[in-house]
Nanobody, 122 residues
Framework: VQLQASGGGTVQAGGSLRLSCAASGRTFSRRYMGWFRQAPGKEREFVAAISRGGGDIRYADSVKGRFTMSRDNAKNTVYLQMNSLKPEDTAVYYC????????????????WGQGTLVTVSS
């Protein structure tokens, strides 16, 4: 599985962005997909994950109610709609793929995209 994240950019606080992650490979629909982020000087953290069929979506408490993750298996793509962005959301965002159910653990993911930078100005 190869992953290509896009959609990052610079936005003012309160604004919105939508990240996309396009995947190659026939196993896309059978895998959980996740978004993680890493801010400068901080450890990578879990943001959201979505199950194979899209019926199970999990969020970090810090983004719950503001971010929405979705997937389109026909397009081999997952999305992260980010609303009400805050300066503390500034980070490089990575999409990743796993066959595990431990979706909040970065170590359970075996395929990672290259990351896309999101900068939120105050």
């Amino acid at each position: 599985v190869q992953l290509q994240a896009s959609g990052g950019g610079t936005v003012q606080a309160g604004g919105s962005l939508r990240l996309s992650c396009a995947a190659s490979g026939r196993t896309f629909s059978r895998r959980y997909m996740g978004w993680f982020r890493q801010a400068p000087g901080k450890e990578r953290e879990f943001v959201a994950a979505i199950s194979r069929g899209g019926g199970d979506i999990r969020y970090a408490d810090s983004v719950k109610g503001r971010f929405t993750m979705s997937r389109d298996n026909a397009k081999n793509t997952v999305y992260l709609q980010m609303n009400s962005l805050k300066p503390e959301d500034t980070a490089v965002y990575y999409c990743a793929s796993t066959s595990s159910d431990w979706v909040r653990r970065g170590g359970e993911y075996d395929y990672w995209g290259q990351g896309t930078l999101v900068t939120v100005s105050s």
